[in-house]
């Protein structure tokens, strides 16, 4: 999760789950103490409910998540009608071939082998997609003996972004946590975005994406002038020069990400933004994503 600094302000942490999920976010609602923020209301799938907390959890000074979350309850759709469901669209995943549906009371047990860790993964996102399934219980077994370590995912992740089209991979971050990819940093238009994820998806060893990549065609026309003012300031001000930092401003907020060798270069990059945001206004708070190299 995020480093010990102030965590967002709810109103913040509400637009960006207003970015990531759109209209589903209208019915969630955010409260912070310290570094844990609460997330409570109503949801139409689990898979939103999951999501919502993938996208909290990464963000700036978040401590832990209390996800209360609820779906909504489907009293007209049968457990029967759920096993099928789910059923179905194993059937159109060979690798989850072996795994056994079955449904008690809205929670979705999953038993059988697969092979690896990312098809257990995979039955458990598709079976929390289907609207009344309120929980997903896996008892599945993975059999592969020689699971890829996380740096060996990250160099096919890298390689697999620079051979994709329309991709400045120098606006781009990959972090990875046991299989877990998780992408950061700004893209061209939402069909990038979306391409992205399931160019990621298909490298081995990858388990999950969690796509958190703005998208600069929904920049304002002050989103876009800030945006130009902290990059061209980040690369020359201060007699400084922070190669590995992408900054990018959507809907007035500061996001900043990338690496940087120590922990007074990461501030001098905030305090840049600070004085660009003291200087010129129209910036509402800044998120700082940036990475100390571990050396």
Do not use: C
């Amino acid at each position: 999760m995020g480093d010990r600094q102030k965590v967002l302000s709810a109103d913040a942490i509400k637009a960006v789950l207003a970015r990531h999920m759109r209209l589903t976010a209208l019915d969630i609602k955010v409260e912070t103490r310290g570094g844990t923020v609460f997330l409570r209301g109503v949801v139409e799938v689990l898979a939103e409910k999951l999501f919502a907390e993938e996208v909290v959890k990464y963000l700036n000074g978040v401590q832990r998540v209390e996800n209360e979350l609820t779906v909504a309850p489907a009293d007209t759709i049968s457990e029967k009608h759920l096993e099928e469901e789910i059923k179905g669209l194993f059937r159109q995943e060979t690798r989850l071939a072996g795994v056994a549906v079955s449904v008690q009371q809205g929670v979705v047990y999953l038993e059988g082998k697969v092979e690896t860790p990312a098809d257990e993964d995979l039955a458990r996102h598709l079976a929390a997609r289907v609207k009344g399934v309120k929980d997903v219980v896996s008892r599945l077994e993975a059999v592969a003996e020689h699971p890829i370590a996380d740096a060996d995912i990250v160099a096919g992740v890298e390689a697999a972004l620079s051979r994709t089209g329309g991709v400045d991979t120098g606006t781009v971050s990959v972090r990875i946590k046991r299989g877990v990819v998780h992408l950061s940093g700004w893209v061209e238009n939402s069909r990038i975005k979306e391409s992205l994820t399931r160019v990621v998806s298909d490298v081995e060893g990858v388990r999950r994406v969690t796509n958190n990549l703005l998208v600069e065609e929904e920049q304002g026309e002050s989103d876009v002038y800030l945006t130009s003012i902290i990059q061209q300031a980040i690369a020359q001000g201060l007699d400084l020069s922070f190669p590995g930092v992408w900054a990018f401003v959507v809907n007035g907020w500061a996001y900043l990400g990338g690496e940087v060798d120590t922990i007074d270069e990461r501030e001098a990059v905030e305090m840049i933004v600070t004085q660009i945001s003291d200087n010129f206004g129209g910036l509402e708070g800044m998120s700082n994503d940036i990475v100390v190299k571990v050396h």
